[in-house]
């Protein structure tokens, strides 16, 4: 069972350019919305999360929006550079899930300089 | 210094041997976890260990034992080695009450 769907699945973006990628959900459940970054070779490092009591969250170039009724949350990343280059992971998990993760599919970012 | 290790970071095994991944964390969190992600990225919680004890369990095969010496370490034992058991296996760790969760570098384990 599929809990959350991320897109697209490969992305091609511009040095400058607004990359932004999507996912949505199905347990209302969820109360954490993180997103991780992985480098080839390294493990998935948190990047930057979200709650639902808020839509937005900024933190430098990478912005999460979050959309309650319509169960659906994208990274967007302002500026994108080479070194942004990575795979994207959306994830959510419940308060009582004892911190297990859902992972989306992922997705390939590749910036262009 | 490294917050969560493992070792060791590569794996190369013949179907049917017995092998153990390590995890070790020393970031003071009382919370461990093993991730499978397989050869399309996918990440998949495998087990959860919280002060020891198991607290999550993925309906993974019998033949995969995790082991919890205390709050630091959180070990993968994995018995009669598949074929399909072929993947990177990730250790993660958090601070009970806390979401957030840190991951090792990674240990790829291929079976042939």
């Known amino acids: 069972q599929q809990q959350v769907k991320q897109s697209p699945q490969s992305l091609i973006v511009q040095k400058g350019g607004i990359s932004i990628i999507n996912c949505a959900y199905e347990?209302?459940?969820?109360?954490?919305f993180p997103w991780y970054q992985q480098f080839p070779g390294k493990g998935p490092a948190l990047l930057i999360a979200?709650?639902?009591?808020?839509s937005e969250k900024k933190e430098g170039r990478f912005t999460i929006s979050f959309n309650k009724s319509a169960k659906q949350f994208s990274l967007h990343i302002m500026d994108s550079q080479p070194g942004d280059s990575a795979t994207y992971f959306c994830?959510?998990?419940?308060?009582?899930?004892?911190?297990?993760?859902?992972f989306g599919q992922g997705t390939i970012l590749t910036v262009h300089p | 210094d490294t917050a969560v290790s493992q070792t060791p970071k590569y794996l190369v095994t013949q179907m049917g041997n017995d092998k153990s991944i390590k995890c070790e964390q020393n970031?003071?969190?009382?919370?461990m976890y093993w991730y499978k992600q397989d050869s399309k990225k996918f990440l998949k919680i495998m087990f959860s260990?919280?002060?020891?004890?198991?607290?999550i369990n993925e309906t993974v095969p019998n033949r995969f034992s995790p082991k919890s010496p205390d709050k630091a370490h959180l070990n993968l034992h994995i018995n009669s080695l598949e074929l399909g058991d072929s993947a990177v296996y990730f250790c993660?760790?958090?601070?009970?009450?806390?979401?957030?969760?840190?991951f090792g570098p990674g240990t790829r384990l291929t079976v042939t």
């Open positions: 993660a760790s958090s601070l009970s009450g806390s979401d957030e969760q840190y």
């Open positions: 347990n209302t459940a969820f109360d954490y």
């Open positions: 979200i709650r639902p009591d808020v």
């Open positions: 994830a959510a998990t419940a308060g009582t899930s004892y911190g297990k993760l859902t």
């Open positions: 970031l003071g969190h009382d919370t």
């Open positions: 260990y919280n002060n020891k004890e198991l607290i």
